[in-house]
Nanobody, 121 residues
Framework: QVQLVESGGGLAQPGGSLRLSCAAS????????MGWYRQAPGKQRELVAR???????NYADSAKGRFTISRDNAKNTVHLQMNSLEPRDTAVYYC???????????????WGQGTQVTVSS
């Protein structure tokens, strides 16, 4: 069993900042890519940022220059620092991780339960 637990969502004013965190736990053998996705009402889930085990990062164009993804391999955690927030960033943010468990030969993608981020004045 593997769990991803997110924290750090909430309400921010335009121009403000929030920091999301996600911790993976359970029967983890290794974690490859970790990432953050978001889904706004009426829209499809989209990639925000992802980071590999060697800390190579990719960002959606909408996140470049404003968001920073980081991870702590020792703690199996991934973070998303979001600055200069805009109303269009309002969405449910989901953590993802490609995890190989102690009882599997291949990795599978796991998801957190989601955390609401609302940007409004």
């Amino acid at each position: 069993q593997v769990q991803l637990v997110e924290s750090g969502g909430g309400l921010a004013q335009p121009g403000g900042s929030l920091r999301l965190s996600c911790a993976a736990s359970g029967s983890i053998f290794s974690i490859n890519v970790m990432g953050w996705y978001r889904q706004a009402p009426g829209k499809q889930r989209e990639l925000v940022a992802r980071i590999g085990s060697e800390r190579i990062t990719n960002y959606a164009d909408s996140a470049k220059g404003r968001f920073t993804i980081s991870r702590d391999n020792a703690k199996n955690t991934v973070h998303l620092q979001m600055n200069s927030l805009e109303p269009r960033d309002t969405a449910v943010y989901y953590c993802s991780a490609d995890i190989r468990t102690t009882y599997s030969r291949a990795p599978s993608r796991y998801w957190g339960q989601g955390t609401q981020v609302t940007v409004s004045s």
